[in-house]
């Protein structure tokens, strides 16, 4: 009965193939006489319509024989008895899957469900397993390539209302929710195969110079409020802002210019300073940190930063003599113009000229005197924020040794981190009137870090070779 099903499905859909192989000989036989740019356009999305209905098809026909292949079978019941619950069977069912190209194509798939129990059958609810479509990932229908399609243009414009849009323009059709729902996923299944993933195992930082960065943006989070709805009946929410944690990691030459041979790891999370060093500590150990010929340290003097800079050192197993701790330096001028700024009684010009000496003073390594210069001013009525730039000096003295660093060939500055806070969080996740729900913050971050990073096909690679722990 059963084989007989999987027969008949196969013999429809090789009827469809050859119904639609028909149809293109008729549209390359035919004589037709393009006149115009509008009856060009027209031919062109008639003949990738049918192009495109033919791969779907054949592509159907493939997932239909290899479900039944002895390899497939074998994965799928080790899947099924990796499961901590009891599965049985359900016969086939008929299920409509996405192909990258193409209309949606039916196919016959054995279903799973787990063994009913008296308070399962009281309940009613008992979710079921395809274990061969996840073991070829095709999750909610669509085949990976189609899933990983979607995704991506989630992750390049502006929203997820402009990816459906082109998505339409290219025959799928998907609403946004669906669309942010499918996006999450695919980033959770990303997280939960990076943890044991041996993608990372060819890469090495084995003699490079290495340079790691974090740092914070800005986005508005929503937050439901209790409370009754409003008069149209939508829920009550707040907008606080939140702060994302980023970091980059990163290869330089001898010139302190940045490597192409190595791509950048670029990740982010909403968790907090404590997640964003563990994800830190996590690529670093993969990539053997401890071989590294120069590894620097450079951010902005928050203080989140640097009280755990020396945790991370020690527990990575960092050579001291090879481990770098730098204040960007171009934050440091920032903080030398406040200064010039709150200087009461100076003109324009001269404060120019303060600024421009202690730069120079500061670019040779000189801190002290440049802290020395802060105290000899550090009267009337702005002494006390005067006192609080010298402070942040004081307080990074040992981390301001730029002479020593550009001496070494490596970067004096951060801003291959602010440009990733930009690229990754400002152009996409925060605009005006743009809340986002935490956790697809999250996803969003993952996958734009990935894509600014030029690792997109790494992200597919990590989610391919997920293990069975991402059943549910």
Not at 65 to 87: A, F
Not at 195 to 211: H, I
């Amino acid at each position: 009965m059963d084989n007989d099903r999987l027969k008949n499905r196969l013999e429809t859909i090789s009827n469809e193939i050859d119904q639609t192989i028909v149809e293109i000989e008729k549209l390359r036989n035919k004589t037709i006489t393009i006149t115009n740019p509008t009856s060009l356009e027209q031919f062109e999305k008639k003949v990738a319509k049918a192009t495109d209905k033919l791969a779907g098809l054949i592509t159907a026909k493939t997932i239909q024989e290899s479900l039944e292949s002895k390899e497939v079978r074998q994965r799928s019941s080790e899947l099924l008895n990796s499961l901590p619950k009891k599965m049985e069977s359900q016969g086939f069912r008929d299920v409509e899957i996405v192909p990258s190209r193409g209309e949606p194509v039916i196919i016959t798939v054995r279903y799973y469900t787990r063994k009913k129990t008296i308070r399962m059958k009281r309940n009613r609810s008992n979710k079921g397993l395809y274990p061969g479509l996840f073991i070829l990932h095709i999750i909610d229908h669509l085949t990976p390539g189609l899933c990983a399609e979607m995704c991506l243009m989630a992750t390049i414009v502006g929203s997820y209302n402009e990816a459906c849009q082109v998505m339409n323009d290219r025959g799928v059709k998907i609403d946004a929710k669906k669309l942010s729902e499918i996006t999450r996923r695919f980033a959770n299944r990303a997280e939960m195969a990076k943890r044991d993933s041996n993608v990372f195992k060819t890469e090495t930082l084995a003699g490079c110079s290495v340079v790691i960065s974090t740092d914070g943006g800005r986005i508005r989070i929503r937050k439901k409020k209790r409370g009754c709805k409003t008069k149209k009946g939508r829920n009550r929410y707040s907008t606080k802002w939140k702060e994302p944690k980023l970091m980059i990691i990163y290869t330089v030459n001898e010139q302190g210019e940045k490597e192409s041979s190595f791509l950048p790891i670029i990740e982010g999370t909403m968790k907090g300073p404590e997640a964003v060093f563990g994800v830190i500590k996590f690529y670093l150990l993969r990539l053997e940190i401890t071989k590294a010929s120069k590894i620097l340290f450079v951010a902005d003097g928050a203080r989140w930063i640097w009280n755990r800079v020396p945790d991370l050192a020690r527990s990575l197993g960092a050579p001291l003599d090879r481990f770098y701790s730098l204040v960007d330096f171009y934050h440091a001028v920032e903080h030398l113009a406040k200064v010039s700024e709150l200087r009461k009684g100076w003109k324009k010009a001269e404060k120019k000229k303060w600024l421009k000496k202690h730069r120079r003073l500061l670019l040779s390594g000189k801190v002290k005197d440049v802290v020395n210069s802060i105290c000899s001013i550090c009267r009337g009525r702005n002494s006390k924020k005067l006192r609080t730039e010298k402070d942040y000096f004081v307080r990074n003295q040992k981390r301001m040794q730029y002479d020593l660093i550009s001496g070494l060939g490596l970067p004096i500055g951060s801003g291959a981190m602010e440009s990733a806070i930009r690229r990754v969080v400002n152009l996409r996740l925060k605009g005006a009137a743009t809340y986002w729900l935490e956790k697809t913050a999250e996803s969003m971050l993952l996958l734009r870090s990935y894509y600014k990073s030029g690792r997109w096909n790494t992200l597919k690679r990590i989610i391919y070779s997920g293990t069975y722990s991402q059943v549910g």
